[in-house]
C-alpha cells in the first residue's frame, strides 16, 4: 500500500505539472477528444470540468444557425438523444483556453457523430 | 441493528459515508435515469466495451460501498468511480471527480487514516478548477453566465479567489481549513439555486468534517457518572449504552470519586454528568460534554467548539 500511495502523490504530481505547464492539453484538446481515447480516458481524474470557455454552434438546413455556451460541448454532442431531424444536424465546437483556440465541425446524422463533415 | 448503529457512532468515516449517501440521493433524479435508460450517439471516439456498459447499477452500488469497512469494496468503488468518468454518458462531472478521489483516498488511507493525503486530493480538486478559470473570460465574469442557476451576485473574482482558497487549504491548520470549506462550499450552495449543487458539495463538506473528527477523535478512555434517579441523566445513560462509545465507561453516580470541593458537590447534588478520565483528571457539567463530544468519533468534528467555548467561559 505504501508503493500504492507514493504513485498517487506521482500521480497528482503529474496532473499539476501538466496544468501549469501542458494547458492547451488538459483544457482545450481533453475538451474536443483531440487525442486517443486512452490518453483522454488518463486525464479524466484531473478536475476541470467547468473551465474551459466553449461554444458550440449548431444549424439544421434551412434554418438560422443557433450558438450556446457550454462547459463541455463534446458532451451535450455525444449525449444527443432523441427529437433528431430527419436532416444532419451541422455544429461547430469552439473551445479557448488563454492563447489556445480549437475549432471542430461534427455532424449528427441518425443517430451518429460524424467528425469533420462539410 | 444496535451494532450497526453502534458501528456507525464509532467511525468518523461515517460522516463522510452519510454525506456522499445524501449525495447519490440527489443524483436519483438527475443521473441515474439516464444510467439505465439513455444510450450515447454512435461514435468513432468511445470504444463499445465502454459504450456497452451499463452503469445505472452500479453508480447506486457506490452508496453502499462508501459504508463497507473494507479495502476490496472501496477498490471496487474507485473503479467503478473510473469507469464512470471515461463513459459516454456520464463523463465530465465534477461530482463524479470527487466520489473517485473519495474512494481512492478511502483505498489509499491506512489505519492512522492517512488525513494529509485525503486534505490534499480536496485540494487539488480545486486547485484543477481554479487553474482552469485563469483566463480573460473567467476574470472578466463573462463565462459566469453560462452557469445556470447562479445567482447574479457571484463575482468571478470571488468565485476564482475561494477555489485557490480551497486549494492552499491543506496547508492550514484542520480546524481552520474545516471552517474555511465549510464557508466556502456554503458559499457555493447558496450561490447555485439548484439542488444539484449538493451532488457536489455534500462528499466535500464530508470529507472536511472526516478529517477535522479524525484529528479532533481523543483516544483516552472516559469514565461516565451518571445520576440514574434522575430522568435526563437516565434517558442520557441509556443513549449511550445503547452506542457504546469504545472510549467511554459508563458507571452510576454512586460509584464516582469523593471528592470535597464544595463545587463538585454542588454539581453531585444538581444531578449533573461526573467524569474522570484514565489519567484521573475529573470533570463536571460542561466539561463532560466537551470530553465526550471529543470520544463519539461521528460528531468529534464539533469538539473544536466545544472546547472555543469551555475556554472562552473560562476566561469569564
Same mark, same amino acid.
Given at each position: 500500500m505504501k508503493y500504492v500511495r507514493r504513485a498517487v502523490y506521482l500521480g497528482l504530481a503529474v496532473y499539476t505539472l501538466l496544468a501549469l505547464f501542458r494547458p492547451k492539453k488538459m483544457y482545450v484538446d481533453r475538451f474536443m477528444h483531440d487525442m486517443h481515447y486512452v490518453e483522454w480516458a488518463l486525464l /479524466? !481524474?484531473? !478536475?476541470?470540468?467547468? #473551465?474551459s470557455e466553449s461554444i458550440l454552434e449548431s444549424s439544421v438546413k434551412g434554418h438560422d444557425s443557433v450558438s450556446y455556451p457550454y462547459h463541455h460541448p463534446m458532451k451535450h454532442l455525444v449525449n444527443?438523444? =432523441? =427529437? /433528431? !431531424? #430527419?436532416d444532419s444536424v451541422h455544429y461547430k465546437l469552439t473551445v479557448r483556453y488563454r492563447g489556445s483556440k480549437s475549432v471542430k465541425k461534427y455532424t449528427i446524422f441518425k443517430d451518429s457523430l460524424f467528425t469533420n463533415v462539410d | 441493528m444496535e451494532r450497526i448503529l453502534s458501528r456507525l457512532v464509532n467511525d468518523p468515516l461515517s460522516i463522510v459515508a452519510v454525506l456522499f449517501l445524501g449525495a447519490v440521493f440527489v443524483n436519483l433524479g438527475e443521473l441515474v435515469p439516464g444510467l439505465f435508460e439513455d444510450t450515447p450517439v +454512435? %461514435?468513432? $471516439? $468511445?470504444?463499445r466495451y465502454i459504450t456497452e456498459l451499463k452503469m445505472g447499477f452500479p453508480y447506486l452500488i457506490l452508496g453502499v460501498l462508501v459504508f463497507v469497512r473494507l479495502k476490496l469494496a472501496y477498490f471496487v468503488g474507485l473503479v467503478i468511480c473510473a469507469i464512470l468518468l471515461i463513459h459516454p454518458l456520464v463523463f465530465g462531472r465534477a461530482d463524479l471527480v470527487v466520489a473517485f478521489y473519495l474512494f481512492l483516498w478511502l483505498f489509499v488511507k491506512d489505519k492512522n487514516h492517512s488525513v494529509f493525503l485525503g486534505r490534499l486530493f480536496v485540494s487539488f480538486i480545486f486547485f484543477g478548477a481554479a487553474m482552469g478559470k485563469l483566463t480573460p473570460g473567467w476574470w472578466s465574469g463573462e @463565462? &459566469? @453566465? %453560462?452557469?445556470?442557476? &447562479?445567482? +447574479?451576485?457571484?463575482t468571478a473574482p470571488l468565485v476564482i479567489m475561494g477555489e485557490f482558497l480551497m486549494a492552499v487549504? $491543506?496547508? &492550514?491548520?484542520s480546524g481552520i481549513a474545516c471552517l474555511v470549506t465549510i464557508i466556502i462550499l456554503a458559499g457555493m450552495s447558496w450561490a447555485?439555486?439548484? &439542488?444539484?449543487?449538493l451532488m457536489l458539495t455534500l462528499p466535500i463538506l464530508g470529507m472536511a468534517l472526516t478529517f477535522l473528527a479524525i484529528d479532533s477523535l481523543e483516544k483516552s478512555r472516559l469514565t461516565l457518572y451518571f445520576d440514574e434517579d434522575k430522568g435526563t441523566a437516565s434517558l442520557v445513560y441509556q443513549l449511550f449504552d445503547l452506542l457504546k462509545i469504545d472510549t467511554i465507561k459508563l458507571e452510576t453516580i454512586k460509584k464516582a470519586p469523593v471528592t470535597d470541593n464544595p463545587e463538585n458537590v454542588m454539581s453531585q447534588k444538581g444531578g449533573v454528568l461526573q467524569a474522570q478520565n484514565e489519567y484521573g483528571t475529573r470533570f463536571y457539567g460542561f466539561d463532560c460534554w466537551v470530553e465526550i463530544v471529543s470520544r463519539v468519533a461521528m460528531i468529534a468534528f464539533l469538539s473544536p467548539l466545544f472546547k472555543l467555548k469551555r475556554q472562552i467561559f473560562s476566561r469569564k
Open positions: /479524466q !481524474p484531473f !478536475p476541470t470540468m467547468y #473551465s444527443h438523444t =432523441g =427529437g /433528431q !431531424p #430527419s | +454512435k %461514435n468513432s $471516439f $468511445f470504444p @463565462q &459566469l @453566465q %453560462n452557469i445556470v442557476h &447562479l445567482r +447574479k451576485i457571484s487549504s $491543506f496547508l &492550514l491548520p447555485i439555486t439548484d &439542488l444539484s449543487i
